[in-house]
T-cell receptor
Framework: AQKITQTQPGMFVQEKEAVTLDCTYDTSDPSYGLFWYKQPSSGEMIFLIYQGSYDQQNATEGRYSLNFQKARKSANLVISASQLGDSAMYFCAMREGISGSARQLTFGSGTQLTVLP | NAGVTQTPKFQVLKTGQSMTLQCAQDMNHEYMSWYRQDPGMGLRLIHYSVGAGITDQGEVPNGYNVSRSTTEDFPLRLLSAAPSQTSVYFC???????????FGPGTRLTVT
């Protein structure tokens, strides 16, 4: 089974509107974390936000928030007030466990977001 | 503040050639890893290291070798390049005190 599933290959959003990018995950480990990374057309991987499985509140970083629904195993990224510079590929990723190898990341296939002027 | 650096940025190899992709970080991070990114896919883990002298395999290790003789450097060796290794390669590092991973700019490798 896929560990990370991103079901939206492409999304469009109007500038200044909010957008939600979906991510579902599959793990049996009680200790895990979910990440979102942004990859613009220049190719670098930019860390956006992190949510640990034991964190009580949803993570927020500026215009980014993570809608973490543990029972549904979903970790959707919400971008508020979209900007043209938000156009990029977005990847959801997961780490599992608490040992030294717990930093291994499993990535989804990504969602290409296009912000329209 | 250099962060994670990778060299070269681009490389073209012929089938059967060997080469080393370089990765260095100046943040004194214990954990380092190599990923490959193929078109239309997310990144997949090749090898990782939890500290100097310790390495282990990830999801797609075949055809690659790593070593970690210092905290700063984590080179990835392609033993005998194959067209299936055409990809973009990313190095990443992380501290033991936080889960965030910092990625290098990537190396685009083409094997003909």
């Amino acid at each position: 089974a896929q560990k990370i599933t991103q079901t939206q290959p492409g999304m469009f959003v109007q500038e200044k509107e909010a957008v939600t990018l979906d991510c579902t995950y599959d793990t049996s480990d009680p200790s895990y974390g979910l990440f979102w990374y942004k990859q613009p057309s220049s190719g670098e991987m930019i860390f956006l936000i992190y949510q640990g499985s034991y964190d009580q509140q949803n993570a927020t970083e500026g215009r980014y928030s993570l809608n973490f629904q543990k029972a549904r195993k979903s970790a959707n990224l919400v971008i508020s007030a979209s900007q043209l510079g938000d156009s990029a590929m977005y990847f959801c990723a997961m780490r599992e466990g608490i040992s030294g190898s717990a930093r291994q990341l499993t990535f989804g296939s990504g969602t290409q977001l296009t912000v329209l002027p | 503040n250099a962060g994670v650096t990778q060299t070269p940025k681009f490389q073209v190899l012929k089938t059967g050639q060997s080469m080393t992709l370089q990765c260095a970080q100046d943040m004194n991070h214990e954990y380092m890893s190599w990923y490959r990114q193929d078109p239309g896919m997310g990144l997949r883990l090749i090898h990782y290291s939890v500290g100097a002298g310790i390495t282990d395999q990830g999801e797609v290790p075949n055809g690659y070798n790593v070593s970690r003789s210092t905290t700063e450097d984590f080179p990835l060796r392609l033993l005998s390049a194959a067209p299936s290794q055409t990809s973009v390669y990313f190095c990443a590092s992380s501290s033991n005190r936080a889960y965030e991973q910092y990625f290098g700019p990537g190396t685009r490798l083409t094997v003909t």
